[in-house]
């Protein structure tokens, strides 16, 4: 079964910083795209960050979190992280991080319904 699981959350004061990790488990990332998804208190699920499973590792990033997150993964450890600096207040919520097949691991989409593999989430709190 194709499992993911998010882990590096947390509470941090506003400008800090976390990562946070999300690792696979009953397959390998070439050919799948991983995006990370947030879901504030009151507020719809939005795309944050994705990252294709290419060798080009094309990414694609929501403009509230240009400059401040990164994404990047390590195949071997099965495990793609999240970045997270300059946090502000307004980032607080749910991460999940999502997993979708695609033929060569071309591309990436911060879409969330073309995802059908999710982790549990976790809780981010940015606050002083």
């Known amino acids: 079964q194709l499992q993911l699981v998010e882990s590096g959350g947390g509470l941090v004061q506003p400008g800090g910083s976390l990562r946070l990790s999300c690792v696979a488990s009953g397959f390998t990332l070439n050919n799948y795209a991983i995006a990370w998804f947030r879901q504030a208190p009151g507020k719809e699920r939005e795309g944050v960050i994705c990252i294709s499973g290419s060798s080009d590792r094309t990414t694609n990033y929501a403009d509230s979190v240009k400059g401040r997150f990164t994404i990047s993964r390590d195949h071997d450890k099965r495990t793609v992280y999240l970045q997270m600096n300059s946090l502000k207040p307004e980032d607080t919520g749910v991460y999940y991080c999502?997993?979708?097949?695609?033929?060569?691991?071309?591309?990436?989409?911060?879409?969330?319904?073309?995802?059908?593999?999710w982790g549990q989430g976790i809780q981010v709190t940015v606050s002083s």
């Open positions: 999502a997993a979708l097949w695609l033929l060569g691991g071309y591309g990436c989409s911060i879409q969330a319904r073309p995802y059908p593999y």
